[in-house]
């Protein structure tokens, strides 16, 4: 703690206090800002028993989790708070008897902190136990589909069970949910107990195995591998030794450019065995040197590997395994991350599983890649007319990626591709990890040229520095779009939505239909017949019924005139003009289904990013309170990509597919969730749900019909819920665009 930049925030009251502004830290060292900022709560402590800690005004950085330190006499209570930046951040305390000092513990800039407040809200106990318990139904696996009283009693049997007091249960239960690991600051620690807790006996694995195929290895030698001498080269061997698994190969092939000094000491390091395998090329080129491995493999699975780079002991067992476990799989891929300078592990790479629209926008697929050799040696003429661009490793794993995607495309379906989510291969910290930009976006061109001639899509350079932005054609003539926008009265609102719509959107073969629920304001009434008469795109559609979002939208649509059904909120703005030019691109796609974009609040913090099953009670949204030009994990938030879910605030499909399945659930689903379930309906369908960056929109959540802050609306929520879990409880428990190593209580992307 001393390394610790200090300050003291002002006092606050016991019960409810006004809220303080707390003034900038005064910051000693880069180094304290680094190690985290500790504030002193200065003032009267709060009352014992059960209390409400709310901190507001944190900055954009501010994340992951705070600790909080109680000191009593008796000892010290620590308690870790989840931030959420640009909302109100709440955490419930059991506050003991005798505090005599208070401390919260920040990651975060002088930034940051400069407007934060801190509020304490003393609480009743049996309003302490309904927080709590709905707390562990939104964000507790244990608990999810579960109603308060049966948390409640739960916790007493378990209290019993365990002589212990109730409140130390639900406690040590509630705190699970508030625990944050940041995917970078605590990958550590991830290993030492998540990961090692996962880990496997190999012998067992080895065991079970009903068959064993042969893994052969590819490693092509540059001199400038050697540039550094032979240690990076011999950590690569001796991790292949150390594998579990005993069934594979390795073919080292050196380029004609490497010295014979160097030729030299590398005989001297490689134990030459029937399983390692020496040869000297007479090429330079990488791509040529691959080939010359490739041609004497004699395996079933072949991957490739980089000097330097490093396998888990247990990868090659890991592979085997779903070979076994998944026999059509022709490509089986994992998860990886990186060695620094002191060998240690870090930048882990969790990945989704398959993903095409992303594998177009940046090879998330990575190096620890088996593919099944039979169906490599089909890939070798494609691969004859892209390899004078194939310089590096990058390059041609990505070529290779996206030949695979193209047959899968074709003759593959699902049970094709297989992800593993194990940490199995180890990139070395200065080995080229990816691929420039201008080869990917030739690369793309020519592999999307090699198998649709006749699609008119146009590759440019995409957001990222190693990623590609991929402009679909759009039929001719321009297919008429029909935008749903279901509204009551909040003229306030719906003036600058529909204004904003009509004023800032490139695509103009569109109809914007105002569904109107009941409004009887004169002045949203006198705007609605304005706007009529100013712009013939547009039409006011009654609907005198009581409030049923589902019900309202499938009214809409069966009036609508386009061929392209649009989800429009009364509350979002658009704010760059290709908007909707983006999004039917997408949608006139034969394989996909919904797309969704990507929405901001007012202040400029990403409001959606797309949706991720499972988070929260059903589903959340990814990356939800990041700066606006944040990258997200793994530049996520700047790739277009396929995912289960994108929200209704903005959601365009096909009217057919629409039809096809059914529309929104009215019965079920009269407000919340409609749109997760008709995602999953669509993906039931066979279609892919896709979710762009360049498609950009202010949402102003909710403003429309409030929050769910009533009995009534409270109760019809839990319902909502309930109907989701029974129905779709497998697919919310494991989305294929997110990792099972991630959480599904935050949306951040931080470490399970």
């Not at 991790?239 to 014979?260: M, N």
């Not at 991957?303 to 076994?324: F, H, T």
Request: aromatic share 10%; net charge negative.
């Amino acid at each position: 703690m001393t390394s610790l930049a200090s300050y003291r925030l002002p006092a606050f009251w016991r019960r409810t206090s006004t809220s303080h502004v707390l003034g900038a830290p005064a910051l000693e060292d880069e180094a304290a800002l680094e190690a985290g900022t500790l504030c002193e709560l200065g003032g009267q402590t709060p009352w014992p028993g059960w209390n409400m800690l709310e901190l507001d005004g944190l900055g954009p950085d501010a994340h992951g989790a705070a600790s909080l330190m109680l000191f009593t006499s008796g000892g010290e209570h620590e308690f870790s708070v989840s931030l959420r930046p640009g909302k109100t951040t709440k955490r419930l305390i059991w506050v003991p008897f005798g505090v005599k000092r208070i401390t919260l513990s920040f990651l975060a800039s002088e930034e940051a902190l400069s407007a934060v407040s801190v509020e304490w809200v003393w609480l009743t106990p049996w309003f302490a136990h309904d927080r709590l318990a709905r707390r562990l139904i939104n964000n507790h696996a244990r608990y999810k589909g579960m109603q308060t009283h049966q948390v409640v009693r739960s916790l007493h049997i378990e209290s019993v069970a365990q002589a212990r007091a109730w409140r130390n249960i639900g406690l040590a239960v509630y705190d699970e949910t508030h625990i944050k690991q940041h995917v970078n600051d605590d990958y550590t620690r991830w290993i030492n107990t998540t990961e090692l807790a996962a880990s496997r006996d190999p012998h067992e694995l080895m065991a079970a195995l009903p068959s064993t195929p042969l893994f052969s290895i590819i490693m092509p030698v540059l001199p400038s591998d050697l540039e550094r001498g032979t240690a990076a080269f011999v950590d690569t061997l001796n991790s292949l030794k150390t594998q579990s698994y005993f069934f594979w190969e390795i073919f080292i092939v050196l380029s004609f450019d490497i010295t014979g000094e160097q030729r030299r000491e590398l005989e001297s390091v490689i134990p030459l065995s029937s399983r390692v395998n020496l040869i000297h090329s007479h090429q330079a080129q990488f791509a040529q040197l691959d080939h010359q491995g490739f041609v004497n493999t004699q395996g079933d699975g072949v991957m490739r590997i980089s000097v330097g780079d490093q396998l888990a002991a247990e990868a090659l067992c890991q592979m085997a395994e779903a070979w076994n476990d998944y026999p059509d799989a022709q490509l089986i891929y994992s998860d990886e991350d990186s060695l620094n300078k002191r060998g240690a592990r870090c930048q882990p790479i969790f990945k989704p599983a398959w993903n095409p629209d992303l594998l177009l926008a940046t090879n998330y697929i990575g190096r620890m890649a088996v593919y099944k050799r039979r169906l490599l040696w089909q890939f070798e003429a494609d691969q004859l007319t892209l390899r004078s661009e194939l310089h590096d490793a990058p390059a041609l794993d990505y070529a290779l990626a996206l030949t695979f995607l193209m047959w899968q495309s074709t003759y593959g379906t699902a049970s094709t591709v297989r992800h593993v989510p194990f940490m199995l291969y180890h990139r070395h910290g200065n080995a080229a990890k990816h691929i420039k930009q201008e080869t990917a976006v030739s690369l793309v061109s020519k592999v999307l040229a090699q198998h649709v001639a006749s699609l008119d899509a146009q590759v440019f350079p995409g957001l990222l520095p190693t990623s590609v932005r991929i402009e679909w054609p759009i039929p001719r003539p321009e297919p008429l779009v029909s935008l749903l926008v279901p509204t009551r009265n909040g003229v306030q609102i719906l003036r600058p939505c529909v204004d904003a719509i009509l004023e800032r959107t490139q695509y103009r073969h569109f109809e914007l239909l105002i569904l109107d629920n009941q409004s009887d304001c004169p002045e949203t009434l006198a705007y609605m017949e304005e706007v009529t008469q100013r712009d013939e795109r547009v039409r006011v559609l009654r609907w005198d019924e009581p409030f049923n979002y589902s019900a309202i939208n499938n009214f809409g649509a069966s009036q609508a005139h386009g061929s392209i059904i649009g989800l429009i909120n009364n509350d979002v703005e658009p704010i760059n003009e290709t908007w909707l030019t983006e999004m039917v691109s997408h949608v006139c796609r034969s394989e996909i289904g919904c797309v969704g974009a990507k929405l901001y609040y007012p202040n400029g913090m990403l409001q959606h990013g797309g949706v991720i099953l499972g988070l929260g009670d059903v589903a959340g949204h990814a990356h939800r309170f990041f700066s606006r030009d944040s990258d997200g994990y793994t530049g996520r938030l700047k790739l277009t990509q396929n995912l289960s879910a994108v929200t209704a605030a903005c959601l365009l499909l096909r009217k057919s597919v629409f039809d096809n399945v059914g529309g929104l659930n009215e019965h079920d689903l009269t407000i919340a969730y409609n749109d997760v379930d008709l995602c999953l309906k669509v993906r039931e369908a066979g279609y892919r749900n896709l979710w762009t960056p360049h498609a950009e929109l202010y949402h102003h959540e909710s403003i429309s019909r409030g929050a769910d802050d009533t009995p009534k609306k409270r109760a019809r929520w839990l319902s909502e819920v309930a109907y989701m879990r029974r129905t779709w409880a497998k697919q919310l428990d494991s989305d294929p665009a997110y990792n099972p190593n991630l959480t599904l209580v935050h949306e951040d992307f931080s470490l399970r």
